[in-house]
């Protein structure tokens, strides 16, 4: 088993530097570019194992990609009817993005799907998407009574619908909207507050008709999608990790540079600056209908805050990091109305405020969110990643501030979502992290 040793107490980070492609936006462009007409380039498309499991369904569907090795990855696209029945199962890994956006595709195709995934993924909740795409007219299956997966879909001629989502979910909306392309007449998403909209943003380069308002999107499909350009930023969720370095460490002064910064994603840049991080924003061209900017962070003196209500779906991915910065504050902080961190990678609710206690923080696990007693110091102590990389990399900026040594172990989950984590920390902090496994 993979595990990081870090040696506490760190100074902050210092100059400028970049992350990965956002993960979000790549498995999109992987999916559009695969049903498009033409070649698609995609500029920055992130290589982590999860990326890699939609490009690798794609090509057993049929789809031919080359060039990854290098930064543009081209897709030569089938077209929305090219797609061809895959000989064998596909194994979407421990990628949740990929097994929902999936079966909105497949639920369109006139032949036969397996789809699984890693035994985590099998215990994440599928029926979410399954209701709203039988609806639509597909045929989907699953275990513990069509709730989990594996999946086996059979899809066939769908037809637009209205569906109202119980919950702010932009892989569920995503999957009904790809899945409304494969539609006869208009398909609209209702949702109780607006998820991350990179599904429409692209939909629309890609030359659809996306009608939105705050809280609903409806697809008027167009018949056929034309290649285009993609150019993917730095990913927010992974550049969340470096400003929590960024704000908990002394003497930092770190500029992120070229990272995306669509509303829907940037909940997590409201929270710090009402904490009061100091964190500046620098604007620069948006590509592809979306946003970007450069981000400095300096060392900061936090307080904690409440939080709740239709902030937490743009900040849900960013909660177990803004708990290590919760935890190194000042006073209390409280999060409601995230019950979603409970059916994600692990039960991050559960996972972090046991894994923070190890380190000496007081948290409180409430049914939907968090208790988090700041205003201590950090103690190095021995933390599981749980496998959920978010999770992993989290625990692995506490140990930074960290007073003493901090073991993480199961941290070969981290490559799901930035590869070159622990390489970018070498770089930033020498000779304070060892890796075993």
Partial sequence: ????????????????????????????????????????????????????????????????AEGWEGDILRIYGKGLRGLREAADTLNCGNSGTTIRLLAGVLAGQPFLSLLTGDASLRRRPMDRIIHPLTQMGAEIWGRARDTLPPLAVRGGSLHGVTYRCPVPSAQVKSAILLAGLFAEGPTT???????????????????????????????IPAGTLQATPISVPGDFSSAAFLLVAGLILPDSDLTIEGVGVNPTRTGLLDVLQAMGAKVQVFPVDAETGEPRAHLRVRASRLQGVSIGGDLIPRLIDEIPVLAVAAACAEGKTVIRDAAELRVKESDRIRTIAAELSRMGVRTEELPDGLIIHGGRRLQGARCEGHGDHRVAMALTVAGLQAEGQTIVRDTACIRTSFPGFVETLEHLFPNVLERRG
């Fill in 1 to 64: 088993m993979e595990q990081l040793t870090i040696r506490g107490g760190a100074r902050g980070p210092q100059g400028s530097m970049t992350v990965p492609g956002d993960k979000s936006i790549s498995h999109r462009a992987i999916i559009l570019g695969a049903l498009a007409e033409g070649v698609t380039e995609v500029s920055g498309c992130l290589r982590s194992e999860d990326c890699q499991r939609t490009l690798g369904a794609f090509r057993a569907l049929g789809v031919e």
């Fill in 189 to 219: 998403v209702i949702e109780p507050a607006a998820s991350r909209d990179h599904t429409e943003r692209m939909l629309t380069a890609y030359g659809q008709r996306v009608e939105r308002s705050e809280q609903e999107v409806t697809l």
